[in-house]
């Protein structure tokens, strides 16, 4: 499985957008790139996903790099309820495997 | 829409007893992934079914761990002997299969092995 780097925490303050970065320069033409989200003593919740253009949805918005070789996940406005740990994965196509990393953990300050 | 259900939540037992985990998967999906996540890292993958075939078992301890999804609907995951480095969260996750299959999750059994 080709493999993502993020750093392993970042802090942000409350009303204000994040930009999580992850980078992932052996990614394959046929990766998708997943980031889930999760939330203390909860299971993983899915957030967004991309393969080439960049995508919004009302959770957060995507952007891709150009060579794919990287990616940020952008959260708008950042609440309490942000604060989680962020998984950036890359997902081959239909029936592969999702690989978690260790992920960034966003802490939220009021 | 109800979501995963997994059960129990929490399981304490003492070393060597055996453990069982059950999981329903969101109502038409055919896929079903165990997970296995140790305190402060990502979630592991151990299993992945596609209907009630076991399509990636790679990582899973076949020693002390067994699987099962019958009907290709509900699964048990069980553990027999339990070690005390089993102490984890179990997840339990759903998808569609297709091009990028959203996984859906339930919120995990944690076990404690004494």
């Known amino acids: 499985d080709a493999k993502t780097t993020q750093p392993n925490s970042m802090e942000s303050n409350e009303e204000e957008p994040v930009h999580l970065p992850c980078n992932h320069s052996?990614?394959?033409?046929?990766?998708?790139i997943h980031w889930y989200r999760q939330l203390p003593s909860q299971g993983p919740e899915y957030v967004i996903h991309?393969?080439?253009s960049n995508v919004n949805n009302r959770m957060a918005s995507l952007a891709i790099a150009e060579d794919r070789k990287s990616s940020t996940l952008i959260l708008h406005r950042a609440t309490l309820r942000d604060a989680a740990v962020y998984y950036c994965?890359?997902?081959?196509?239909?029936?592969?495997?999702?690989?978690f990393g260790e992920g960034t953990q966003l802490t939220v300050n009021p | 829409e109800a979501g995963v259900v997994q059960s129990p939540r929490y399981k304490i037992i003492e070393k060597k007893q055996p453990v069982a985990f059950w999981c329903n998967p969101i109502?038409?999906?055919?896929?079903l992934y165990w997970y296995l996540q140790n305190l402060g890292q990502g979630p592991e993958l151990l299993i992945r079914?596609?209907?009630?075939?076991?399509?990636?078992d790679s990582q899973l301890p076949k020693d002390r761990f067994s699987a099962e999804r019958l009907k290709g609907v509900d699964s048990t995951l069980k553990i027999q002997p339990a070690e005390l480095g089993d102490s984890a969260v179990y997840l339990c996750?759903?998808?569609?299969?297709?091009?990028?299959?959203?996984?859906?999750f339930g919120e995990g059994s944690r076990l404690t092995v004494l």
């Open positions: 996750a759903s998808s569609l299969r297709g091009l990028t299959g959203e996984l859906f």
């Open positions: 052996t990614i394959s033409g046929t990766d998708y």
């Open positions: 991309g393969l080439t």
């Open positions: 994965i890359l997902k081959e196509t239909s029936g592969s495997r999702l690989t």
């Open positions: 109502s038409g999906h055919n896929t």
């Open positions: 079914y596609e209907n009630e075939e076991a399509v990636d």
